[in-house]
C-alpha cells in the first residue's frame, strides 16, 4: 500500500506561483514515475506533469509546458510541482499519483494510487 499526501494548494491572483508537493510512503521500491493531474468544477480530469522516479525525465501537457516544472527527491520520496504565471483557467483540485508500470504517462488509468488532492485557487 502506498499513500500520498499532496501540499502546498492555495489561493493566489493570477501571475503568481505555487509550488506543490507530494510525498509517499509504503510501497516506494518499484515505483516508476509519478504524474499530476488536475480537475476543474464540471470537467474531466486531465494530465498535468509526470516524472519517471529513475532516470527524472520529464513530461508535460503541452498547455502547460513553459508554466511549469516537475521535479523529485528520491531521498525524500517526494514530487514537486512549481507553477509559474498562474491564470484563473488553472484553478481545479491537483491530484498526484503513482504508478509501477511501464506505458503512457499521460494517461491517468494506469497510476494505481492517489492521494486526496489539493485545492488551487488562482484569482483573475
Known amino acids: 500500500q502506498v499513500q500520498l499526501v499532496e501540499s502546498g494548494g492555495g489561493l493566489v491572483q493570477a501571475g503568481g506561483s505555487l509550488r506543490l508537493s507530494c510525498a509517499a510512503s509504503?510501497?516506494?521500491?518499484?515505483?516508476?514515475?509519478m504524474g499530476w493531474f488536475r480537475q476543474a468544477p464540471g470537467k474531466e480530469r486531465e494530465f498535468v506533469a509526470a516524472?519517471?522516479?529513475?532516470?527524472?525525465?520529464?513530461y508535460y501537457a503541452d498547455s502547460l509546458k513553459g508554466r511549469l516544472t516537475i521535479s523529485r527527491d528520491k531521498a525524500k520520496n517526494t514530487v514537486y510541482l512549481q507553477m509559474n504565471s498562474l491564470k484563473p483557467e488553472d484553478t481545479a483540485v491537483y491530484y498526484c499519483?503513482?504508478?509501477?508500470?511501464?506505458?503512457?504517462?499521460?494517461?491517468?488509468?494506469?497510476?494505481?494510487?492517489w492521494g486526496q488532492g489539493t485545492q488551487v485557487t488562482v484569482s483573475s
Open positions: 499519483a503513482s504508478r509501477y508500470v511501464p506505458g503512457n504517462l499521460y494517461s491517468g488509468t494506469e497510476y494505481r494510487y
Open positions: 509504503g510501497r516506494t521500491f518499484s515505483l516508476l514515475a
Open positions: 516524472i519517471s522516479w529513475g532516470a527524472g525525465s520529464t
